[in-house]
């Protein structure tokens, strides 16, 4: 052979040849690549459904092109002719109210249940299909007819024909709901909906002066109106009506927030998996390449070009990359309606199974760039070496370093990777900080690689041969110190990571119930009855807890003197700013609250309307004492002057207000009153059915169930969460074995040596052992701190959670995390265990 250029197709030959069925060498490098693609293409695939099932079907899950919603009261007979004016027009009422079966027993003993009562026009609904288990709801219903959900016809063991009673009527059930077309966009609940006629909704007598209820109307455009522009102008022309407005292309405000929060953290675990990919992908074309080390000087001696060796064994990595990606593409495909029943009621919509070619193609994309960025540093330095210095790289490794043409193939494919993630981003500055943030962890584990290396040689030698050795693996020629402190850092980080994370949702769980939490919500009590209320309640149980507070609903419209349809700055964290909130009045500072500025109101004060505000709401708006706050309370602006701000304890499962006003200011609106019970036995049945019998209009509800709710969701998101995770600390395990892997090699010669010179298996195994603890015991701080900073912006900054780890768990985990990848390297030592001197040597 003569130096003669084999062409694409004798590499071709060669590389069929060469490449062993089995992928051995080259497993390591299809699992990264099969992981990391894998995620990108789930998550991709996931959010691409979420994203086009909620766009598609918008308009019915608003319920119509425009939505104007407000609480505690109905709009004017103007405003309705208005609002018909723009189009095809529905109005719905719906409201938290307790069902009575009437006749026959009550299963649950309490002899109610709450529910959210909807009461419906009859152009209800304007878009979707309101499904009965009878078929599709076509007629309006009769003004004593009924339709529940499901779960309310098991709770009480009803079927149609049944009746219910609900404040002063009563209905028949006339179906059971399937499928409720704008369950979405009615947000969190507290119990089955049930659904009435609005005529049978005034039956009730529910609806009062100061009830708490939200008037829903939907609006029908003309085909060609843009809702958007619409919604926008309504809001200006109305902003002091305290209406708050949507329209189709933001259906769920709520869920919105809600995907940009799983976006960010979805979008955090994939940029890490692409990072945790790439090094697995490096470290299995090394760990390859280390292995055909003789094959690849063969090839040279024999008259290979450098441009052979490349073309050889770049076709070799293609093949398995493609592999890899194809397999990452297929099963991200279809994983995602396992990772819907996973999530459960987490996610706010459950599209149906569908291919969705960008994410995949994308996931592709990311997978080949990957592949390439990494495995261009190792076959450039096989690629330019003589075969003599491959014959001699274990004893003197190459030194060469990217040639002009790797560089610039490298730079070129990152410049697409990351033009590919900020493309593809929901959020560009998020997608850089985290791209920053995982550059400088892998530039500092590299750092400590280098630094841990300088230590090794510049340490004093120990008098123990066996540590002695291991610290002069540490930077003798050849030693993969440097990989092994990245590899290692990172599957270390990455398990603190997820053991910080549970720990804190399982804290968040459980903290859901605090230890003093009332028992008893009580709402829409009138206002006139505050002395009736008390009379029950200690006759039910004259040790009972009572705290009753107003209760209003108010719109911000208003702050710093700008109003908030004018401001461009609103600031993300200012939920007050989120439509109506709760807001009371209060002569004496409510139970739960520490003011932290400012001073509180005499009892009798009786001037110019005066708030209490939230201090970290205070914060988030830049408003401070003596700073003006205009709210829209019934339709009517009150603009108050803000007299302190108040610390708020939101544990105490109270009633715990952002906006508290002097009385003077709301007394005189129409409103009711909300109570917590806190008894001093079990007799939630007795008390609530005493509260019933008094109160027809109020609702009861039992915080053993809501709290049962919430702490349902919270597991399923938790289940999810760490499910997402921990597929990225399997690639984090596969890179360590890739790291340990790509030094096989120079190990299996150091084990030949020491042999040959009377060394025992079990001190060969010991200063393995020693040299991985050594690197554990230096990475195990940067890796807490790297893994904690990690886990407390996933809980605190994305999903808005309390930080609370339990950092016994997170020590045990760290440490059970370097056992484990201290028993990984072991493992992958044992087969140096068997190689015999002399037949070793003569392959050397």
């Known amino acids: 052979m003569t130096g003669q250029d084999f062409g694409w197709r004798g590499s071709w030959r060669i590389a069929r040849r060469d490449l062993h069925v089995r992928l051995i060498g080259l497993r390591l490098l299809f699992v990264c690549l099969f992981l990391g693609v894998a995620m ?299 990772i819907l029943a996973v999530a459960g009621d987490v996610l706010p919509v459950r599209p149906g199974f569908d291919i969705h070619p960008l994410p995949l193609v994308t996931s592709m994309l990311y997978g080949l760039l990957i592949a390439l960025i990494f495995a261009v540093s190792p076959l450039a330095r096989v690629r330019h070496e003589s075969g003599a210095a491959l014959l001699r790289a274990t004893v003197d490794p190459p030194r060469h370093g990217l040639d002009g043409r ?54 004093p030698r120990p008098r123990r041969p066996l540590l002695r050795l291991a610290i002069t693996n540490l930077h003798r020629p050849g030693a993969q110190t440097t990989a092994l402190v990245i590899a290692l850092g990172l599957a270390l980080t990455l398990f603190v990571t997820l053991a910080g994370i549970q720990t804190s949702l399982s804290s968040e769980i459980e903290n859901t119930v605090p230890d003093q939490a009332p028992d008893l919500f009580v709402l829409d009590v009138p206002s006139d009855d505050n002395a009736k209320l008390h009379a029950i309640v200690m006759r039910a149980d004259a040790a009972a807890k009572l705290n009753v507070v107003p209760a209003l609903r108010g719109t911000v419209i208003a702050y710093g003197g700008q109003r908030v349809t004018d401001r461009d700055d609103v600031p993300g964290d200012a939920f007050l700013l989120r439509g109506e909130r709760g807001a009371t009045y209060s002569a004496t500072l409510p139970e739960g609250s520490e003011l932290v500025k400012g001073r509180w109101w005499p009892a009798d004060y009786d001037g110019p309307p005066l708030v209490s505000l939230d201090a970290k709401q205070a914060e988030a708006l830049n408003l401070d004492v003596g700073d003006t706050l205009t709210v829209s309370v019934l339709g009517r602006e009150i603009e108050a002057r803000i007299a302190s701000l108040r610390q708020i304890n939101w544990d105490t499962m109270g009633f715990n207000y952002v906006m508290v006003f002097s009385p003077s200011a709301l007394a005189n609106a129409p409103h009711s009153l909300t109570a917590t019970i806190t008894l001093s036995d079990d007799r939630k049945g007795e008390m609530t059915r005493a509260l019933l019998a008094a109160f027809p209009s109020a609702s009861v509800i039992d915080t053993g169930d809501v709290l049962g709710q919430v702490r349902d969701l919270l597991d399923q998101m938790a289940a999810a969460i760490v499910a997402a995770a921990s597929i990225t600390i399997l690639a984090g395990i596969a890179v360590l074995i890739g790291a340990i892997s790509a030094s096989r090699q120079t190990r299996s010669y150091d084990s030949i040596i020491l042999k040959t010179l009377g060394a025992t298996r079990w001190q060969i195994l010991g200063t393995q052992l020693l040299e991985y603890g050594l690197i554990a015991a230096v990475l195990a701080i940067v890796s807490l701190l790297l893994g904690m900073a990690a886990a407390w912006f996933v809980i605190v900054q994305v999903f808005e959670f309390g930080w609370a780890p339990d950092w016994r768990i997170v020590l045990a985990t760290l440490l059970g995390g370097a056992v484990m990848t201290l028993g990984i390297g072991l493992v992958g030592s044992l087969p140096l265990m068997t190689l015999r001197p002399a037949q070793a040597l003569r392959k050397v």
Request: net charge positive; no cysteine.
């Open 406 to 459: 790797s560089k610039m193939v490298a730079g070129i494919a990152l410049f697409l990777l990351l033009a590919l993630v900020l493309a593809g981003a929901r959020d560009i500055v998020f997608s850089l900080w985290v791209i920053g943030a995982i550059s400088a962890v892998l530039l500092l584990l590299s750092l400590l690689g280098l630094a841990a290396r300088w230590a090794a040689r510049k340490v």
């Open 40 to 338: 990108l293409a789930a998550i991709g695939s996931l959010t691409s459904a979420i994203t086009k099932e909620i766009s598609e079907r918008g308009q019915v899950i608003l319920g119509g092109d425009i939505q104007v919603e407000m609480t505690q009261r109905e709009a004017s007979d103007v405003n309705k002719r208005m609002f018909a004016r723009l189009g095809d027009l529905s109005e719905t009422i719906r409201m938290r109210a307790m069902a009575r079966r009437v006749g026959g027993g009550q299963p649950d003993g309490l002899g109610a249940v709450l529910t959210e009562l909807k009461g419906v026009d009859g152009a209800y609904p304007l878009f979707g299909t309101l499904q009965l288990q009878a078929g599709a709801y076509t007629e309006l219903l009769a003004d004593d007819a009924i339709l529940i959900d499901k779960a309310l016809s098991e709770r009480l063991s009803i079927v149609p024909g049944d009746r219910l009673r609900y404040g002063e009527a009563e209905f028949t059930v006339q179906d059971i709901i399937s499928d409720e077309p704008d369950r979405v966009g009615e947000g969190f609940t507290l119990g089955p909906v049930a659904i009435v006629s609005m005529k049978g909704l005034r039956r009730t007598g529910l609806i009062q002066p100061g009830s708490l209820f939200e008037s829903k109307y939907r609006i029908r455009i003309p085909a060609g109106e843009d809702a958007v522009a619409l919604r926008k102008r309504l809001e200006k022309e109305y902003a002091s009506r305290g209406w708050e407005i949507d329209d189709r292309e933001n259906a769920a405000p709520g869920t919105s927030r809600f995907l940009g929060r799983m976006g960010q953290f979805l979008s955090l675990i994939g940029l890490t998996a692409l990072a945790v990919a790439g090094i697995g992908v490096n470290n299995g074309v090394t760990s390859y390449l280390s292995l055909r080390r003789r094959s690849i000087a063969t090839l040279k001696i024999l008259g290979a070009t450098s441009t052979d060796i490349a073309r050889i064994y770049l076709l070799q990595i293609g093949i398995v990359s493609v592999l890899a990606i194809a397999s990452g593409v297929a099963v991200g495909a279809i994983v995602v309606p396992l």
